[in-house]
T-cell receptor, first 113, second 112 residues
């Protein structure tokens, strides 16, 4: 079945550094999403992307929908301690309610003050 | 503020007990989902529902069942809890696009 790969698996960075992570698939997706899960909570949607090549920002976060439609990237600028959490990418093949969203395994981010 | 509410944050149950995990959403979403989350395994889909009284098996339905009698409520049932069902359980619902999931805060279930 469809699978998503995320890299890196985990990151330890200094406060103030920029962060880059990516998500790849062997399948084409028509929607890419990025979620963040803080400790003890459910994932929260950060950014949704609907078009190949699309670049979308949400504050210090920027995500891109890869041109091949098989990958997506998330960047966080000037990291702060509250950025700590697990970042999940997710993809959907057809843009209908009946096509399940596939989640990646997550990238765990730790920020050292 | 739109919400998905899971009835319990923490539960401890004994092996063999019947366990009900309740989830309620206030967004009038058609789609609802149950996932379990385990370290190193990510989010695994147990069951989902696209409409009232409708249910579909996800990737790991064994040992679970679900009920959706009302649009806003989706219940996960462990017919006879086992220790390998100790996990974090997450409920989610989605809008008409189907991709923008709203998750609950999770129920951490321990089966002893």
């Amino acid at each position: 079945g469809q699978q998503l790969n995320q890299s890196p698996q985990s990151m330890f960075i200094q406060e103030g550094e920029d962060v880059s992570m990516n998500c790849t698939s062997s399948s084409i997706f028509n929607t890419w999403l990025w979620y963040k899960q803080e400790p003890g909570e459910g994932p929260v949607l950060l950014i949704a992307l609907y078009k190949a090549g699309e670049l979308t920002s949400n504050g210090r976060l920027t995500a891109q929908f890869g041109i091949t439609r098989k990958d997506s990237f998330l960047n966080i600028s000037a990291s702060i301690p509250s950025d700590v959490g697990i970042y999940f990418c997710a993809g959907q093949g057809r843009r209908t309610s009946y096509d399940k969203v596939i989640f990646g395994p997550g990238t765990s981010l730790s920020v050292i003050p | 503020d739109v919400k998905v509410t899971q009835s319990s944050r923490y539960l401890v149950k004994r092996t063999g007990e019947k366990v009900f995990l309740e989830c309620v959403q206030d967004m009038d979403h058609e789609n609802m989902f149950w996932y379990r989350q385990d370290p190193g395994l990510g989010l695994r889909l147990i069951y989902f529902s696209y409409d009232v009284k409708m249910k579909e098996k996800g990737d790991i339905p064994e040992g679970y069942s679900v009920s959706r009698e009302k649009k806003e409520r989706f219940s996960l049932i462990l017919e006879s809890a086992s220790t390998n069902q100790t996990s974090m359980y997450l409920c989610a619902s989605s809008d008409s696009r189907g991709s923008r999931y709203t998750f609950g805060s999770g129920t951490r279930l321990t089966v002893v």
